[in-house]
């Protein structure tokens, strides 16, 4: 499994960004995938995650801000980010799990700065 994660950028404290991840083969909708974010200095800390029949979990960090999206047709999950702050940078990587094994995108950069 392939994942190939794009979308970041810079962004102004209090804007948007939008991630998306999309996995190179079908990934079940029981299946969970999600993403996780890592700052400098720092370890690798959930940001949200998502499977079918289940709510979302988010980190506390995002919650009321981030919102966590998969379109199963297209093996895709998306991460809407709203008022953004600068702690909120970080390389995101998107995750799946299928089979047992853990899967990992490449990460894309988000910075939050003015």
């Known amino acids: 499994v392939q994942l190939q994660a794009c979308g970041g950028g810079l962004v102004q404290p209090g804007g948007s960004l939008r991630l998306s991840c999309t996995a190179s083969t079908t990934i079940l909708s029981s299946n969970v995938m999600g993403w996780y974010r890592q700052a400098p200095g720092k370890g690798r800390d959930l940001v949200a995650t998502?499977?079918?029949?289940?709510?979302?979990n988010y980190g506390d960090s995002v919650i009321g801000r981030f919102t966590i999206s998969r379109d199963n047709a297209r093996n895709a999950v998306f991460l809407q980010m709203n008022s953004l702050k600068p702690e909120d940078t970080a390389v995101y990587y998107c995750?799946?799990?299928?089979?047992?094994?853990?899967?990992w995108g490449q990460g894309t950069q988000v910075t939050v700065s003015s």
């Open positions: 998502l499977r079918s029949g289940r709510d979302p």
């Open positions: 995750y799946t799990k299928q089979e047992g094994a853990t899967y």
